[in-house]
């Protein structure tokens, strides 16, 4: 994989943002009470085991297979999406692809959101706050069994915790890693986890946990892992397929109607519109809003729109005292600067332009109508209007160095959300502020990343994405970054009103909070949001599948449906 290094300039990067936790607002099934005194301890005399010192079960079967169903499992179907993986252990491999195998089909966490809403159980049967914010017990479903037929146990979760806290784990667990401080298995489907600290939202970043076996080599995980999801692993092709098959095993598994899966990695979209035409996929992935356009004409296809929770997003960082690599002072600590780039911009024709009318919404505060209340919040600022001309002597009064290029990296990422990043560059050049867009692989912009944090930049071109009703990735959250209490850019008061997030456990509480956030951001400009992303998939008349609103491209694979008269 290829690696850049920084311009004199400051880097402007787009980026996709994965979180651990996988949830989307306040829990529904279980409430924090509001004083200790109102929970449900653990029993006094039930020994408890640490993490080091639980011994491994008798291996045994998770049960016989449950006989299918009269609709399935059967057939296979064929999917054609963008990335591959990069290793297929989870707590190793990162790559656009590990979320779709890894969330709900061949890896199963304690807790996913398979409907728009709260985060809901899935290998977890249920789960409770022993100590509010500090102390949560996950039960493990009768009958859930890995795809070897031994049975999920609380020794299990043990070992993936093990896994996480491991030198090799993915940076994306480090959410895990900060706030787990012990881990001990009650019996032999229950785990209690302690936190570091107090954390309204453990639950859903501990519900993130993806559960492996204990005894299974790691070299094996890598290249055919044992999951407890509804799909096992038959055949990995680096860059070319990954092929799965049910698992009967899994506790639903009449459910599952698609014996086989078959997932191609096509880069380009014209080649996957290609394939779709012809015939030799059943489901498209990463559609772009012309292609959209394109099948919605054709009556063999039909095209699934939903919102995504995500949004280009322009943020500048004002803890950055000059451009990186030089003495020249940072010209966007100066509000005027930053205001100034808003006004600079024609949102509502970006939206137009690259959105098609349909395919993405326009976003007139600091972030989309689906995150932390903002659909309550809209009409309560007052939009920045477009004026090139107001922006220019913004720029002139704060004494703008225009001689300066910032170069513009962006991926190729869904739903037109590049060329959005795109139209702002070209908009940006006519107000007469030097910029260059360009293109690169997401891989290159993450190995980067981990050797230089983005904080450093100035400014940053990314796709941020809302999680648990908090704006995740580099607008200011905290968890995903080393010292685990500072905000992307640096900024006191939303370190601060992080920080209050954390031991706000009612929805009227955190709501206000959102909104302390939501109107700050906007007064100070700190982040241009250009357009509302959505999901975008075709299909075949062979299959339908319902996408769940907020999940990017995890389409749950494992609840598609063949249509009558197929396979």
Request: aromatic share 10%; proline share 8%.
């Amino acid at each position: 994989m290829s690696q850049f290094r920084p311009l004199s300039a400051a880097l402007v990067t787009l980026t996709a943002v994965a979180v651990a936790c996988g949830g989307a607002a306040a829990p529904t099934a279980t409430k924090a009470p509001a004083t200790p005194g109102a929970t449900t301890a653990a029993p006094a005399a039930t020994p408890t085991r640490a993490v080091a010192a639980v011994s491994t079960p008798t291996p045994t079967l998770a049960g016989p297979p449950p006989t299918a169903s009269a609709l399935g499992p059967r057939g296979k179907m064929t999917v054609a999406g963008v990335a591959d993986i990069l290793n297929l252990d989870p707590y190793v491999g990162s790559s656009g692809l590990t979320s779709f195998y890894s969330s709900t089909d061949v890896n199963a966490p304690l807790l996913t959101v398979l409907k728009a809403g709260p985060t809901e159980p899935y290998l977890a049967e249920s789960w409770k706050w022993l100590d509010p914010g500090n102390k949560i017990q996950f039960t493990i479903r009768k009958g859930a069994g890995f795809h070897n037929g031994k049975p999920v146990t609380a020794d299990d979760v043990l070992f993936s915790v093990e896994k996480v806290r491991a030198p090799y784990s993915l940076a994306g667990y480090a959410q895990l890693q900060r706030w787990i401080k012990d881990a001990q298995a009650m019996d032999e489907r229950t785990t209690v986890f302690t936190l570091t600290e107090t954390y309204a939202l453990g639950w859903s970043t501990l519900g993130g946990l993806v559960t492996q076996p204990r005894h299974q080599p790691y070299e094996q995980m890598q290249k055919t892992p044992v999951g407890a999801g509804p799909y096992r692993v038959v055949e990995w092709r680096p860059f070319e397929s990954l092929t799965m098959e049910a698992s009967p095993y899994w506790w639903d598994a009449n459910k599952v109607q698609v014996k086989t899966i078959v997932r191609l990695v096509v880069p380009e979209p014209e080649s996957r519109l290609a394939m779709l035409r012809a015939g030799q996929i059943d489901l498209m992935d990463d559609v772009q809003p012309r292609q959209g356009q394109e099948l919605l004409k054709d009556a063999r296809f039909r095209v699934k729109v939903s919102d995504a929770l995500t949004q280009a997003s322009i943020v500048f960082s004002t803890d950055t005292p000059t451009i990186l690599g030089t003495d020249i002072p940072n010209p966007f600590l100066d509000v005027r600067v930053r205001r100034a780039f808003i006004m600079a911009l024609d949102r509502k024709a970006i939206f137009d332009g690259v959105a098609l009318g349909r395919y993405g919404f326009d976003v007139p505060g600091p972030y989309s109508r689906g995150g932390m209340g903002a659909n309550t919040l809209e009409d309560k600022i007052t939009p920045y209007k477009y004026d090139p001309q107001a922006a220019r002597r913004l720029l002139e009064e704060a004494t703008f160095p225009f001689e300066r290029e910032w170069p513009v990296w962006v991926y190729r990422t869904s739903a037109g959300l590049a060329e959005a990043a795109e139209a702002a560059v070209a908009q940006w050049n006519a107000a007469g502020i030097k910029a260059r867009y360009r293109l690169t692989e997401v891989g290159t912009l993450v190995s980067y990343w981990g050797e230089q944090p983005s904080r450093t930049f100035p400014i940053q071109f990314i796709r941020s994405s809302v999680s648990n009703g908090e704006v995740s990735g580099y607008i200011w959250c905290t968890e995903a970054l080393p010292e685990c209490r500072l905000s992307q850019i640096g900024d006191t008061k939303l370190d601060n009103s992080a920080i209050k997030l954390r031991t706000a456990f009612e929805i009227a509480e955190r709501q206000a909070i959102y909104e302390e956030i939501y109107r700050y951001l906007h007064e100070q400009a700190i982040t241009i949001p250009l357009m509302g992303g959505v999901q975008i998939h075709a299909l075949s008349n062979r299959i339908d599948w319902d996408n769940v609103p907020g999940q990017g491209n995890t389409p749950h694979m494992w609840r598609t449906r063949w249509m009558p008269g197929y396979p």
